[in-house]
């Protein structure tokens, strides 16, 4: 059956390339729809929250916008992918701009790394930025064909930390441990960018958009 597949356009982040990555990988027939309408997003299928930049700005725009109560349906009801940003922003609170209410989909806090240093005591460079591996701390769905510690691609400067260590699929090292991939329900969400990622974003988007969003 054809579906609508909506990316959600809050202003912020590079759409084009994730809308262009997602209709080259979705089901025959499918739609892929940019929009900020409200309506728009409950009508769809799936929903796509991506996102780059500033924690104060995202939840200004999409106040703004009218949309923090319809992807808080969506989020309940279909299956629903979270990237960078649109991870982030799902947690309690931000400590980006003085600090952040943000949506609290899930407790946890966003912090920013702190100084650090790699094994050969060189300085970790923030934000972090390049190819990554994440270690699937649990099995999901949308890792089928990824082999653990897959590499993907990373931009940002503030990590996730949830209350609940269950939600957490994938882990990342950049001198600390963080939480890079979470789920729960109808919702997965990832720090990386996969439609950056190349073969192995690509096969996690094509797992996005045959999933049906049943995950405990």
Known sequence: MAELIVVVDYGMGNLRSVAKAIEHV???GSAVQVTDDPAV???????VFPGQGAAADCMA????????????????????????????????????NGGVDLLNWFPGT???????????????????????????????????GIADDARFYFVHSYFCTPVDAGLTVGQTVYGL?????LAAGFVFAIQAHPEKSADDGLRLLTNFTRWQGEFV
């Not at 934000?127 to 890792?143: D, F, V």
């Not at 441990?177 to 991939?181: F, L």
Request: hydrophobic residues 40%; contains cysteine.
């Open 26 to 28: 979705a089901p025959q």
């Open 41 to 47: 997003v409950l009508s769809a299928d799936r929903v």
């Open 61 to 96: 725009a999409l106040r703004g916008r009218g949309l923090i109560e319809p992807l808080t349906e969506a989020a309940r009801t279909r299956p629903f992918l979270g990237i960078c940003m649109g991870m982030q922003v799902m947690l309690t609170h931000s400590e980006e």
């Open 110 to 144: 966003v912090t920013r790394f702190p100084s650090q240093v790699d094994a050969a005591g060189n300085a970790l460079k923030v934000p972090h930025m390049g190819w990554n591996g994440i270690r699937q701390t649990r099995a999901h769905p949308l890792w089928h």
């Open 177 to 181: 441990t963080y939480t890079a991939a």
